[in-house]
């Protein structure tokens, strides 16, 4: 299995809503990341986790939530979101930090 | 100044011709990579590189760590290279990528 699974595809989601988005890997890897992406931007790094460890959180708002249940799982959660929010969430993972990252289709998030 | 700059923004080319894709950056890397975003949004990545050059099929990725300068070629393009291709770098904070623009290309059949 080499790929990088992300679920759902697609999110609507109100302002007062929780919702997660899940992003799975088996391909042994110990580093997974967050990004968010802007239409027509490069990517922008939101979190990176290490062995299971948060080991950078670019300043995000706590209204995001990471959470790294096993080394094959990583969530996100969204609380009380911005409609400013809205955009595609990529996941990524790479064997240790500083490899090959492997990205994940992505979740297209629309905030009303 | 964008640490990690891209030209062209935009290309344009037809069928079978070669394409040349420049990223400069202008901080201390460990690595760069190039990746390919389709529409939609999947990325893959292309190539990671720390030195010298690597070739997958018709892509070709160079790199001078010295004048800090990075090309991507692909010859013989075809439509389905029609892509935004993005040029990273990875510098000293740990499992950081630093993005350029991106360079929207399309080939024309």
């Known amino acids: 299995d080499t790929e990088v699974t992300q679920t759902p595809k697609h999110l609507v989601m109100g302002m007062t809503n929780k919702k997660s988005l899940k992003c799975e890997q088996h391909?042994?890897?110990?580093?997974m990341y967050w990004y968010k992406q802007k239409a027509k931007k490069p990517p922008e790094l939101m979190f990176v986790y290490s062995y299971e460890k948060l080991s950078i959180n670019e300043s995000v708002p706590s209204r995001f939530s990471p959470e790294c249940p096993n080394s094959s799982l990583l969530n996100l959660h969204l609380h009380a979101l911005q409609p400013e929010d809205s955009a595609l969430y990529l996941c990524a993972s790479s064997h240790a930090v500083q490899e090959t990252q492997y990205f994940g289709p992505g979740t297209r998030l629309l905030v009303l | 100044k964008n640490e990690v700059e891209q030209s062209p923004q935009n290309l344009t080319a037809q069928e079978g011709e070669f394409i040349t894709i420049n990223c400069s950056y202008s901080?201390?890397?460990?690595?760069l990579h190039w990746l390919q975003q389709h529409p939609g949004g999947g990325i893959v990545s292309l190539f990671m590189l720390s030195s010298g050059k690597k070739k997958h099929g018709r892509l070709i990725a160079t790199i001078n760590i010295q004048e800090k300068h990075s090309s991507l070629h692909i010859t013989a393009s075809h439509p389905r290279d029609s892509a935004v291709y993005i040029c990273?770098?990875?510098?000293?904070?740990?499992?950081?990528?630093?993005f350029g623009q991106g360079t929207i290309l399309t080939v024309h059949p």
């Open positions: 901080v201390g890397i460990s690595a």
């Open positions: 990273a770098v990875s510098g000293t904070s740990y499992g950081k990528l630093t």
């Open positions: 391909m042994g890897h110990r580093a």
